[in-house]
Structures are given as structure tokens and as C-alpha cells.
């Protein structure tokens, strides 16, 4: 029995505890083979499928002594590979993609850093998952930022940092979008498909599945893999209770993509392919630049601006909603994008009564007992008039 049945997402889930738990349930046609608990360690044993008597030499043209200890098992590329094909017929720039203008975008090229453990993450032949996440979040940064995004990459090079650490990053530099690019693993040869992964459940935070919808039909689009399954937009929590460490970590709109599956034998070296990387990153892009075209909401608290009230007296919360639409200036913009039935007001876990003006575009909240001393959580959802939620609904009041 081989024990390569692990996702490359055991290792994202390991972000602050190792001994995950996984749901109780039937497994569906469409889920992964169940991770063996004996591989579910970062520091997980060789797959017996990485043996590398079993490397075929006529696709394994990176020359090493031990194919599953290589490093730079991709085809080479020029730096300017992407930037030379961007805006070319091949890969044309919609007119939409202008409104990634300004969008800090946070991009986690998986793993790095671990090519000395013999068959870590690697396909058939040896081809690192780590390296093709970092081509293909490179080749997505020169095309976001050919259009305006600011983009910031978790790492570089092939080196390794926590999934903490990482997400850390997207939280510090307050990115609006955090994407955590990977490729996925299996037991069985012949699985090849997308999957784009949400945390926790459909209600934490809908932006989250407004960002994995968008990144998925890109993928689909331009990958076009033939093997689709039916929702490929997944739950963490399929995987552990507590879903991945890379999204639990993060306080930012987030998701993760696992574009395709480096344990299938003709795509591992489709993804050795910088053109194929490309393609994969271009995919990402459109999806990212049609996310953008529909308005990313944005919450904003404008009194008290400094978010702290007095302790036990009657307090007026004023909020500005911005539709991610309205600032256009676009015949009609000065209607409402609000979808009234979309607003929520929940403080300290509790829906409140609010009001809410289309001129203005200002959120409303009495709370005539005033707030006990200490911090309390807000949170304000909405949606645009394209149903797409609120980056961040979250912020915290202090009463003192
Ligand atoms: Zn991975």
C-alpha cells in the first residue's frame, strides 16, 4: 500500500497543532484519499512512489544523483519570462484588469526550503511542489502588478518559514487579498483537478468565498482540466477541525488554491513547463481581476474614528460602507450597490439595530446602555449590488 495518500495540505494544517482531527463523516467520490495518520507530520517519510529506480530518465532531465534530493527540477526560464508574454495574444490584459489599480494582494508560494527531505513534496519524477508554487505566484505578481496591484510575496526563494510567519505577513502589511498558491498530492496516479479552499464554514466570512469562487473559474478557465469536481470550493474543516494554519492564521480575506495535482504523472511535467506556469498564473489573474471589476467592500468606522468609547454611557457608532463601486463615478453610481437584506450589525456576538443612509453611505448604531469596560468585537456585513461581501467585517471597540 503505498503511503502517499496525503494532500500537500497536511502540512498547511499543521499550523499550530499536529495531532488534527478530522470529521467523522462518509468520505464523497470527490474527496482525497484519507491522509495516513503515520505521513501526517511535516517531517514525513519518502513516498514509496519516489523511489528513484522508478524515475523515468526521458522526462527526469534534471541531473542529480538522487532525483528526490534535487533542487531546480523545472525547465529554466528567463526572470523577464512572464513580462515578455504579458499583453501578448496569448495572454491579453482585459480592460477590467484596471481595477486591480491600488488592490495589496498577498501571495504565499507553498512550502520552500525542505528539497534536502528525500521525496518531500515532489511528483513521479522528482519535480518539486515548492518550486512551481513560487514560478506561478511570481508570474501572478508580474501580472498584477503590470495593472496596479501592490503584491507582496511571502517568500522569495526556496526557503522555508512557518505558516504563522506567513500569514503574519499578509496581516502586517494589512493586504486586502492573501492567496496561498499550491499544488496537491495523492495516492491515485490518475486524479489531476482544481480545488480552491475556504476557511472554516460559509458564514465566517462570505468574502472569503468571494475570493476562492473568483480564483477557481480562472483556473478552470485557463487550466482546464478535464477531471472537475462538483463544488471544487472546499471547506478546511473537511480536512481538520480546525481547518488549515495558513487560512486560520490569516485576518485578511484568504484562500488557497491547490491548482492542479503534481502526483499525476503527465502534469507533473506540464508544471515543469514555465509557459504552463504561466497559464496557471494567468488563470489566477483574470479571476483576480474580475473579483476586482465587481468592487471589493470595505467597512470603515468613522466615530468614534479612534474606536474607543467611554465605559457605561450611551454610545453612537457611525460607520462608512463603501461598495467597492460608488467611487467610479459611473452613470447611476449615486443609487444604492448596498443590498439592504445583506446588512447585519452583530456586537459582542449579538445582532443590533441599525439605520442606514444611501447618501453618505453611513451605518448607523445606537447603544443607548452604553458598552462595560474592555474590548468588544463588531462586526458589520454587506454586499454589493454583485453580492460580493465586505473584505473585512471584523474590528474591535474598546470601552474605557
Ligand atoms: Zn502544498
Known sequence: MTIRTLLCLTLIALGAFAGCLRPERSAPSDAPTTPNAATDVPDSPAPATADPTTTDPATADFTTADPMTAVDTLHDAPPDFALRRIGTDAYPIPAYARYLDGVKICLDPGHGGQAHKRGYKRGPTGVREAEMNLRVAQYLRDLLEHCGAEVLLTREADVHSTLAERAQMANDWNADLFISCHHNAIGKPEVNRTTVWYHRDVDYRPANLDLARHLCQGLLDELALPDLTGVPLKSDQLMYENGFGILRHANVTAALCESSFFTNPAEEQRLRDPEYNLREAYGLFLGLAQYAFNGLPKLTLTSPADGVVPADEPATLVFHLDDGLRGR??????????????????????????TFENDGYRLTVEIPEGFAAGDHPVEIQFQNMYKQSVLNPFLTLTAE
Not at 463615478?329 to 441599525?354: C, F, H, N, T
Request: charged share 30%; aromatic share 8%; hydrophobic share 40%.
Open 329 to 354: 463615478k459611473a452613470w447611476g453610481s449615486d443609487r444604492q450597490m448596498i443590498l439592504s437584506d445583506s446588512l447585519a450589525v452583530r456586537i459582542d456576538g449579538a445582532e443590533r439595530p441599525y
